[in-house]
T-cell receptor
Framework: GAVVSQHPSWVICKSGTSVKIECRSL??????MFWYRQFPKQSLMLMAT?????????EQGVEKDKFLINHASLTLSTLTVTSAHPEDSSFYIC??????????FGSGTRLTVV | GENVEQHPSTLSVQEGDSAVIKCTYS??????FPWYKQELGKGPQLIID?????GEKKDQRIAVTLNKTAKHFSLHITETQPEDSAVYFC??????????FGAGTTVTVRA
């Protein structure tokens, strides 16, 4: 079946540094990718939607200058958390839409900012 | 926007018994309703989905029912096993675009 590879699976970074998370659709072309954030024992919160070759659309309350999303090709989208702070520590998950399989989720990235 | 409510938040069942999770949605235009299972530290895995032109769908021990009039859908797991223990999320979307998730149900299957 369809696979979305997300890396890294976990990362620890120092406060003030930037972290990049990658999502690749391995065997299909992802016309749209979604980025979610999930805090412990909570649901998935949509952060932004990205379409290949165009700017991402951010949900209300999500800082676009802090969470940079690049969807440069039909198989790759990246999320960069800039100037990370401890409150950005969370579980980040990507999801890709392709035909005909619909939504496929990545395995998630646990970000810890110290 | 779409609002999805999910109940219960926690569910404990004896192995072999059935588990039922219910969700309601607010946007009558929503037409796609997937259910996901999430294990600790992993991304959500699709377990079953249903579209608005169907009232019920079954896959072995898992079934989903949809009532469009009442705007609610349910997940049924029969003959539960310890490996069914996880967090389950319902979701809804319109025309295969943004998914709106329920708050999740933590299911514990007691051996």
């Amino acid at each position: 079946g369809a696979v979305v590879s997300q890396h890294p699976s976990w990362v620890i970074c120092k406060s003030g540094t930037s972290v990049k998370i990658e999502c690749r659709s391995l065997d299909f072309q992802a016309t749209t990718m979604f980025w979610y954030r999930q805090f412990p024992k909570q649901s998935l919160m949509l952060m932004a939607t990205s379409n290949e070759g165009s700017k991402a659309t951010y949900e209300q309350g999500v800082e676009k200058d802090k969470f940079l999303i690049n969807h440069a090709s039909l198989t790759l989208s990246t999320l960069t958390v800039t100037s990370a702070h401890p409150e950005d520590s969370s579980f980040y998950i990507c999801s890709a839409i392709g035909l005909p399989q619909g939504y496929t989720f990545g395995s998630g990235t646990r970000l810890t900012v110290v | 926007g779409e609002n999805v409510e999910q109940h219960p938040s926690t569910l404990s069942v004896q192995e072999g018994d059935s588990a039922v999770i219910k969700c309601t949605y607010s946007d009558s235009a929503s037409n796609y309703f997937p259910w996901y299972k999430q294990e600790l530290g992993k991304g959500p895995q699709l377990i079953i989905d249903i579209r608005s032109n169907v009232g019920e769908k079954k896959d072995q021990r898992i079934a989903v029912t949809l009532n469009k009039t009442a705007k609610h859908f349910s997940l049924h797991i029969t003959e539960t096993q310890p490996e069914d223990s996880a967090v389950y999320f319902c979701a809804a979307s319109k025309n295969d675009y943004k998914l709106s998730f329920g708050a999740g149900t933590t299911v514990t299957v007691r051996a």
